[in-house]
């Protein structure tokens, strides 16, 4: 997944002036609400985030999430079990795809939708899959073993499955849907084309009644150290979600989120954001190219992605920030 992103973004705004010929600039200007805000309330239900770690250890202990094997088979069915034991509508969007190996193999995004009929509604999404190749691995012999992802891949899905447990107990004033995208991480490095197939799947052939009125990626959220700086993309597509959720975790004195810039980065946020649906990626993007500062977290896309560098507080901390928020959001 996620490789530096040189390509240019083109946004082009149009505005259009509808003419209305007697036009009153002193006018105050009426309730302009606006799209979306966060109210205040008193408490909002707790994130356990030792089950959200359980969530986790399971899909690593399964194996590699790679389509064709049998780790990817337990790992489907263990999901979708989790998802619908919630009393959300659980749908399957199979598809097949060409990977960059050649191989067409098949896959399957998962989508668990609360108060299914309620337009008001956020997407909360991350990728199920893992990467069929640690190609960044140091030891040569590994460069083709595919890598445990703990935290590429199972981190968000496991803080997604906490998440809908909780949803599933109390539903909170909007409607959300639960998307866990497959084929994130098949690309190779020097192209995008590989990467973010189920995004770009779902996107295409958007397979909901209601679009949401802007989603949330989660990807490499488990790490002890993580960091979540603001990144390049999100910030373009939809800079109002980043401030409004940026605010709201420091608020809660969550020292995870900083207001740097992080570097750009390719991942189901992109297609979803080229396909008009306003996403922000919520990533430890320092990971991303192996070269932190810290020797331990050099270990993005290689086999050393384990549970060693997973911590229970980093879960409860990104965890904490997205049941609150999803709790306190109004859609006007
Ligand atoms: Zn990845």
Redesign the pocket.
């Known amino acids: 997944?996620?490789t530096k992103l040189y390509l240019t973004f083109g946004v082009s705004l149009i505005l259009l002036f509808a003419g209305c010929g007697d036009k009153k600039t002193d006018q105050p200007v009426e309730n302009t609400k606006p799209l979306y805000e966060l109210m205040k309330i008193d408490s909002f239900p707790k994130f356990d985030s030792l089950r959200a770690f359980a969530h986790l250890k399971k899909q690593v202990e399964f194996g590699p999430r790679v389509s064709g094997t049998e780790s990817y088979r337990q790992t489907k069915e263990y999901l979708i079990s989790v998802l619908s034991e919630t009393g959300a509508l659980v749908t399957q969007q199979n598809f097949e795809a060409t990977v960059p190996t050649g191989e067409t193999l098949k896959f399957t995004n998962i989508t668990a939708s609360f108060k299914p009929e309620n337009d008001k509604r956020i997407m909360l999404c991350a990728?199920w899959d893992?990467?069929p190749h640690a190609d960044q691995d140091k030891d040569e012999a590994k460069k083709k073993t595919p890598?445990p992802?703990a935290n590429?891949?199972a981190s968000g899905t496991a803080v997604l499955l906490e998440l809908a447990q909780i949803l599933g107990k109390q539903n909170p004033e909007i409607g959300v849907d639960i998307v866990l995208f497959d084929a994130?991480?098949y690309g190779e490095s020097g192209s995008l084309e590989g990467y973010c197939l189920g995004s770009k799947y779902y996107a295409a052939n958007f397979p909901l009644k209601f679009r949401p009125k802007f989603a949330i990626l989660l990807?490499?959220v488990g790490d002890i150290d993580a960091v979540f700086n603001r990144e390049p993309v999100s910030v373009q597509y939809a800079g109002d979600v980043v401030e409004l959720l940026w605010r709201y975790a420091q608020s809660l004195g969550n020292w995870r989120f900083k207001d740097y810039r992080s570097q750009q980065i390719y991942d189901d946020h992109v297609p979803l954001n080229e396909a008009g649906i306003k996403t922000i990626d919520i990533i430890d993007a320092d990971l991303?190219g192996g070269d932190s500062s810290n020797p331990r977290r050099g270990y993005?896309?290689t086999t050393q992605d384990d549970l060693s560098n997973i911590s229970i507080e980093a879960l409860y901390d990104i965890g904490r920030v997205l049941t609150g928020f999803i709790y306190s959001l109004k859609i006007n």
């Open positions: 997944m996620k990728h893992s990467r890598i992802g590429d891949g994130e991480d990807d490499m991303v993005w896309h």
